[in-house]
């Protein structure tokens, strides 16, 4: 897969979602262009991967502009700069993620392989301490860290349906519930309901809140592993199991169906899949965890972050209608 196909299907997603939701008042800009212009403009340079001064050098060229597509006139750098900062922006990036997201649940679907497992990770993205004094120290199961934490939710097949970037010192229950809602948003724009059997997840977001939010927003349990086993032999063991439960209901009642149930233990393997997604965003033609020397924190770093989670939904689109393997993005170079 080349960075031209992959852009004209990136082009051709941007404008349905701006024919969508041109009537929206949160999307209408204050300047001369709009919201989606200047995300062409960014998702054009982060496909081709050139930066914005040197995309300002070759818009000049003869008939550059018309072989990719763009407008005639073009937005400046020192302008693309400053509506970065713009919250529309990111929203408009967000409803762009959603929409491929569901267009290829809805190819994988029409394939005979719909979504029925979703799972929920976060991954660390990693900072200089001595030149990034927006970033945070944080943990996570293999350490101490300087930076940010990515938390991305995706559906069995490593569609990335939702995401959150934040500093490194937030944990999972600050992120969970948005999470679970917009992986919600996104199947039910998908089929149009929520046929899903599990979500699963790792120890960190073993919470009361992470349980009940699954069964009010997606009507499905979650798998997650407990965070700390309790030793049953401890004095007043008994009567502290039976508080807990009452206290967390939802909780105890899906750990015991993932003891219990073959199934389920099944749909909590897939949870390796995330793993492997998160893998190939930092590896594989992504690159997500390289952080620009001039776009540090989070507010400067979440545009980035989603605009390169786009790219890779589009090139999930892309193998899906070319019949190729659905992640197989290694080929995704300039």
Same mark, same amino acid.
């Given at each position: 897969?080349?960075?031209?196909?992959?852009?004209?299907?990136?082009?051709?997603?941007?404008?349905?979602?701006?024919?969508?939701?041109?009537?929206?008042?949160?999307?209408?800009?204050?300047?001369?262009?709009?919201?989606?212009?200047?995300?062409?403009?960014?998702?054009?340079?982060?496909?081709?991967?050139?930066?914005?001064?040197?995309?300002?050098?070759?818009?000049?060229?003869?008939?550059?502009?018309?072989?990719?597509?763009?407008?005639?006139?073009?937005?400046?750098?020192?302008?693309?700069?400053?509506?970065?900062?713009?919250?529309?922006?990111?929203?408009?990036?967000?409803?762009?993620?959603?929409?491929?997201? =569901?267009?290829?649940?809805?190819?994988?679907?029409?394939?005979? +392989? $719909?979504? &029925?497992?979703?799972?929920? %990770? *976060?991954?660390?993205?990693?900072?200089?301490?001595?030149?990034?004094?927006?970033?945070?120290?944080?943990?996570?199961?293999?350490?101490?860290?300087?930076?940010?934490?990515?938390?991305?939710?995706?559906?069995?097949?490593?569609?990335?349906?939702?995401?959150?970037?934040?500093?490194?010192?937030?944990?999972?229950?600050?992120?969970?519930?948005?999470?679970?809602?917009?992986?919600?948003?996104?199947?039910?724009?998908?089929?149009?309901?929520?046929?899903?059997?599990?979500?699963?997840?790792?120890?960190?977001?073993?919470?009361?809140?992470?349980?009940?939010?699954?069964?009010?927003?997606?009507?499905?349990?979650?798998?997650?592993?407990?965070?700390?086993?309790?030793?049953?032999?401890?004095?007043? =063991?008994?009567?502290?199991?039976?508080?807990?439960?009452?206290? +967390? $209901?939802? &909780?105890?009642?899906?750990? %015991? *169906?993932?003891?219990?149930?073959?199934?389920?233990?099944?749909?909590?393997?897939?949870?390796?899949?995330?793993?492997?997604?998160?893998?190939?965003?930092?590896?594989?033609?992504?690159?997500?965890?390289?952080?620009?020397?001039?776009?540090?924190?989070?507010?400067?770093?979440?545009?980035?972050?989603?605009?390169?989670?786009?790219?890779?939904?589009?090139?999930?689109?892309?193998?899906?209608?070319?019949?190729?393997?659905?992640?197989?993005?290694?080929?995704?170079?300039?």
């Amino acid at each position: 897969m080349g960075p031209t196909e992959l852009w004209f299907m990136v082009s051709k997603i941007l404008g349905i979602v701006a024919h969508s939701r041109q009537s929206d008042p949160r999307f209408r800009g204050r300047g001369t262009y709009s919201i989606w212009h200047v995300l062409k403009v960014v998702l054009f340079c982060q496909v081709h991967r050139i930066s914005l001064p040197l995309f300002e050098r070759k818009r000049r060229q003869k008939r550059f502009l018309h072989q990719y597509g763009l407008p005639n006139r073009t937005i400046s750098r020192s302008q693309v700069y400053k509506r970065l900062q713009d919250r529309r922006l990111v929203w408009g990036l967000v409803e762009v993620l959603s929409q491929s997201a =569901a267009r290829a649940l809805r190819s994988l679907r029409a394939l005979g +392989t $719909p979504c &029925r497992v979703v799972a929920m %990770d *976060l991954t660390r993205i990693q900072s200089d301490p001595d030149r990034d004094p927006w970033g945070r120290w944080g943990f996570d199961s293999r350490g101490y860290f300087y930076g940010y934490k990515l938390g991305l939710v995706t559906s069995e097949h490593g569609v990335v349906l939702g995401m959150t970037f934040m500093r490194a010192n937030w944990v999972e229950f600050k992120v969970n519930r948005c999470l679970i809602r917009m992986a919600r948003n996104v199947v039910q724009s998908a089929s149009g309901q929520i046929p899903l059997d599990y979500l699963v997840c790792d120890s960190g977001f073993d919470g009361e809140s992470t349980f009940e939010e699954a069964r009010r927003s997606l009507h499905c349990p979650a798998l997650c592993r407990p965070k700390r086993p309790r030793n049953p032999r401890a004095k007043n =063991a008994a009567q502290i199991l039976a508080k807990a439960k009452r206290r +967390t $209901p939802h &909780r105890y009642r899906n750990q %015991d *169906l993932l003891s219990t149930s073959d199934s389920a233990r099944q749909a909590y393997k897939l949870r390796g899949q995330i793993e492997r997604v998160n893998g190939q965003i930092k590896d594989d033609g992504i690159r997500i965890a390289e952080i620009p020397s001039r776009r540090r924190g989070v507010r400067r770093m979440l545009p980035i972050a989603l605009g390169k989670l786009v790219i890779y939904n589009i090139a999930l689109n892309v193998n899906i209608a070319k019949g190729e393997g659905i992640r197989k993005i290694k080929h995704l170079v300039a």
